[in-house]
């Protein structure tokens, strides 16, 4: 009998070992995937990392705050830049607006030519998607569990939904055509959520996948 308990006890440990698995699974990929979609790039909009350093750099006279985000072969140039940039701050006011947005152009541009990405343009502030504004926030703070809670309870919400959905035509889909269709449109959309997921944890979600 006790055998048995101990069984079932360590079964039990071993779900809750597999759900925390899976909600951080979860977690990655979700991320991994607002990253890596285009209209989720955060990096060339005003309130966004690139454009803060470069900020900062022209405040500070310190070129090297925005190097991490080029190539060593792309140094030169904006250092070139930066330095015009620089020279011109106690001018014109309308003439510097106009260099420094060359300088924030440029120095975006170069970032996304590092990252394999296209240049678009740099976009306003405050249009950076919430759940990227999140993590920067927990970067910024040093405390990651608030959003961790708040990020994985819409995790859940998701795939239970996507779950929920494909359950309930999975009953009736051999019911009509219509019914066929729609059961086979969510069942792809769960599965593939799924197994994207798989890949992320069996392959890792590396920067190759980040377009910012």
């Known amino acids: 009998m006790k055998n048995t308990e101990k069984n079932v006890g360590q079964k039990n440990r071993g779900k809750k070992n597999i759900f925390k698995l899976t909600g951080a699974a979860f977690l990655l990929f979700m991320l991994t995937l607002f990253a890596g979609t285009p209209a989720s790039a955060h990096c060339d909009s005003y309130d966004g990392p690139v454009i803060k350093d470069a900020t900062k750099a ?9 190097l991490k985000w080029i190539t060593p072969e792309q140094e030169k140039e904006i250092i070139l830049l930066f330095k015009k940039t620089y020279q011109l701050r106690g001018g014109d006011k309308e003439v510097y607006a106009i260099v420094e947005k060359h300088f924030f152009e ?14 678009t343009g740099l976009k306003p502030a405050g249009t950076t998607k919430q759940i990227i504004q999140m993590t ?15 990020f994985n309870s819409h995790i859940n919400k998701v795939i239970r939904e996507k779950y929920q959905k494909v359950s309930e035509l999975n009953k009736v889909k051999d019911n009509s055509t219509e019914l066929g269709r729609e059961f086979v449109e969510a069942y792809v959309d769960y599965t593939h959520t799924v197994e994207a997921l798989h890949d992320i944890i069996e392959h890792g979600g590396g920067h190759a996948g980040h377009k910012e």
């Not at 022209?58 to 925005?66: F, G, K, V, W, Y």
């Not at 920067?136 to 708040?150: C, H, I, P, Y």
């Open 106 to 119: 440029t120095l975006v541009r170069l970032h996304r030519e590092k990252e394999g990405a296209p240049y």
């Open 58 to 66: 022209l405040e500070t006279n310190n070129a090297n705050l925005i």
């Open 136 to 150: 920067d926030k927990a970067l910024q703070e040093g405390n990651v569990d608030d959003f961790l809670v708040k």
